[in-house]
């Protein structure tokens, strides 16, 4: 059975940094892209970043880019997302999600983690 | 960026009601549009992909059908379990895009 655990949220200040990580089970992590898919509260989907199965090759939404890192761990089979200078605009569940396929740009999510609340406050 | 416009934003429906729902390219997107089910408090899951394409364990009252910039998702009879947000994506380019959602409630 696939299972996807996020954990790492929490509060942060405006301006702070926070590590997210998934665990991933069930199925060989490694053959995969990973990507990291946020929800702000009471709001719809919006795709943040993909990660290639081998880690080589990174996407990034344009919201993001610069200001947050996607990485993988195969050995460990644990995704990250490395999240810095955050906004109040950020605030929202984080799932990690699995795709169908290895490339980075294979955006089919056919197993989705629970996710991981952050909100950016002061 | 290629926008994703879903139609209704909600709507109610009873037991037993065909629900159509449709989203709308800004521009072709070939055959890259999937569709998924998000329940409260739940991951997303995934219902069809590339237009038309169940996804195994989706019950065959889901559907999927449209080509190009329109596409739609259809219940052919609403089950309780069924009342839900629907979201439809694109995957043609990056971004990857989702539409903004169609709630689906109990009328």
């Known amino acids: 059975e696939v299972q996807l655990l996020e954990s790492g949220g929490g509060l942060v200040q405006p301006g702070g940094s926070l590590r997210l990580s998934c665990a991933a089970s069930?199925?060989?992590?490694?053959?995969?892209?990973m990507s990291w898919v946020r929800q702000a509260p009471g709001k719809g989907l919006e795709w943040v970043s993909t990660i290639g199965s081998s880690g080589e090759i990174t996407n990034y939404a344009d919201s993001v880019k610069g200001l947050f890192t996607i990485s993988r761990d195969n050995s460990k089979n644990t995704l990250f997302l490395q999240m810095n200078s955050l906004r109040a605009e950020d605030t929202a569940v984080y799932h990690c999600a699995k795709s169908t396929c290895g490339a980075s740009t294979c955006y089919r999510f056919d197993y989705w983690g629970q996710g991981s609340l952050v909100t950016v406050s002061s | 960026d290629i926008q994703m416009t879903q139609s209704p934003s909600s709507l109610s429906a009873s037991v037993g009601d065909r629900v159509t729902i449709t989203c709308r390219a800004s521009q072709s997107i070939s055959n890259s549009l999937n569709w998924y089910q998000q329940k409260p408090g739940k991951a997303p899951n995934l219902l069809i992909y590339a237009v038309s394409n169940l996804q195994r364990g989706v019950p065959s009252r889901f559907s999927g059908s449209g080509s190009g910039t329109d596409f739609t998702l259809t219940i052919s009879s609403l089950q309780p379990e069924d009342f839900a947000t629907y979201y439809c994506q694109r995957t043609y380019t990056t971004p990857p895009t989702f539409g903004q959602g169609t709630k689906v409630e109990v009328k």
């Open positions: 069930g199925f060989t992590f490694s053959s995969y892209a």
